[in-house]
């Protein structure tokens, strides 16, 4: 069986009491679900990875956590930006480029590049988003989200034959790229067709990763 990423992001919610109680509801889903093949990642903010981190050590659970974003910049004086380094300390991936922080935050493909420079060399795995087949896509970057923009928070994903098709052309034209998620109103009726596409390796969810039921879901159905 081909290996699954499945990546949760937060965005901008949830308190960390609120985290803590997400975390010991997936536990309990989890403990019935087979996770061989299956990576499942929780980017939520930067201020409930310690905890989180913690308590997953503790118990021991399957889970991974990851970053929404990256400091382009190394350690230093950049208000407000949290650096590879410390990302580090509390989590294993970085989302970086979505469409959100492109939008609301100006983000552009150079900006894009660096922070992913900054996480390959602090040890990051790096989760890059793009809108299509055409976006350039940094050297050694294994793990592509195609997210189109119509897609996220809609309710209507893309269909999986056309997603199928970008995620075959991003990995022809880059073949560092060994894993392709998709990502845009994923849910526990639809993500198989996602997974079952030869080309795509698992899903980026937004809205749906926010109900741990939801999500045990579209980890048990991929
Ligand atoms: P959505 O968001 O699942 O709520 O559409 C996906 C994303 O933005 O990563």
């Known amino acids: 069986m081909k290996k699954l990423f499945i990546v949760a992001n ?18 309990r889903s989890l403990a019935f679900i087979d996770l061989n093949d299956i990576e499942v990642v929780v980017c939520p903010s930067y201020t409930s990875l310690p905890s989180m981190k913690a308590y997953i050590l503790q118990k021991n659970i399957n889970i991974k956590l990851g970053a929404q974003d990256i400091s382009p910049f190394d350690e230093g004086a950049y208000t ?3 650096n590879g380094q410390q990302v580090k300390e509390v989590g294993e991936y970085s989302i970086i480029g979505h469409s959100e922080r492109r939008k609301e935050f100006g983000e552009n493909d150079a900006l894009i590049y660096r922070k992913v420079e900054q996480a390959q060399a602090t040890g990051i795995t790096p989760i890059v988003c793009v809108q299509g087949d055409d976006t350039p896509i940094p050297q050694g970057v294994s793990i592509v989200a195609y997210e189109p923009i119509f897609a996220i928070g809609t309710g209507t994903p893309d269909t999986p034959e056309h997603s199928e098709g970008i995620a075959s ?18 849910n526990p009726g639809d993500v198989k067709n996602f997974t079952a596409m030869p080309s795509i390796d698992g899903v980026l969810v937004g809205g749906a990763s926010l109900d741990p039921e939801k999500f045990s879901q579209i980890i048990e159905n991929a």
Not at 11 to 27: G, I, M, V
């Open 10 to 27: 937060w965005k901008s919610y949830k308190s960390t009491s609120d985290a803590h109680a997400w975390l010991l509801n997936l536990e």
């Open 80 to 82: 407000g930006e949290v």
């Open 169 to 186: 052309t991003i990995k022809t034209k880059n073949p560092f790229v060994k894993y392709v998620l998709y990502g845009g109103s994923v």
